[in-house]
């Protein structure tokens, strides 16, 4: 099933709007590392990873 993350439920503070898209779990965690380039975030921690994690959705 395809997975969605919003980037503001990760980091409400960033007030990014844009919306991580994936066909699975796996892609669009790697859309989102993607995406963190524009915050300046080319390292994801684990802590990070976690919250990505739980901001996944469903699409
Ligand atoms: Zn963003």
Do not use: F, W
């Amino acid at each position: 099933m395809a997975k969605i993350i919003e980037c503001n439920k990760v980091d409400p503070s960033s007030g990014c709007s844009y919306i991580v898209r994936g066909k699975d779990e796996e892609e669009v965690l790697r859309n989102a590392a993607e995406h963190a380039k524009e915050h300046g975030i080319h390292e994801v921690t684990p802590e990070m990873m976690q919250k990505v994690r739980s901001a996944i959705r469903d699409a």
